[in-house]
């Protein structure tokens, strides 16, 4: 499957942007998919995950409260509901796809889109 991301932009502190990873190639139902940022000098990090059926959702605590996943599989996409936005949350973003919820290892990843947060 081919993961393409985009949505990403130029916001103030407190500002709100939404994220897509369209699917192409397979269907985007039969995986669970990631959303992970990688800032500036520092290692790639989880953001947030929802399972094949988007029942089950996960979030690292910084973003927990603030940012909100969820999948329209009719359209082969996920988003990214990104609100409050803070200065750190600057990074690239990708997605990733996996064939389980249970699955550690994400086969599948996107180019990456570049949010940046101003203060």
């Known amino acids: 499957v081919q993961l393409q991301a985009s949505g990403g932009g130029l916001v103030q502190a407190g500002g709100s942007l939404r994220l897509s990873c369209a699917a192409s190639g397979r269907t985007l139902s039969n995986y669970a998919v990631g959303w992970f940022r990688q800032a500036p000098g520092k290692e790639r990090e989880f953001v947030a995950a929802?399972?094949?059926?988007?029942?089950?959702?996960s979030y690292a605590d910084s973003v927990e409260g603030r940012f909100f996943i969820s999948r329209d599989n009719a359209k082969n996409t996920v988003y990214l509901q990104m609100n409050s936005l803070k200065p750190e949350d600057t990074a690239v973003y990708y997605c990733?796809?996996?064939?389980?919820?249970?699955?550690?290892?994400?086969?599948?990843w996107g180019q990456g889109t570049l949010v940046t947060v101003s203060s």
């Open positions: 929802i399972s094949l059926n988007g029942g089950i959702t």
């Open positions: 990733a796809a996996k064939p389980g919820w249970a699955t550690i290892t994400y086969t599948y």
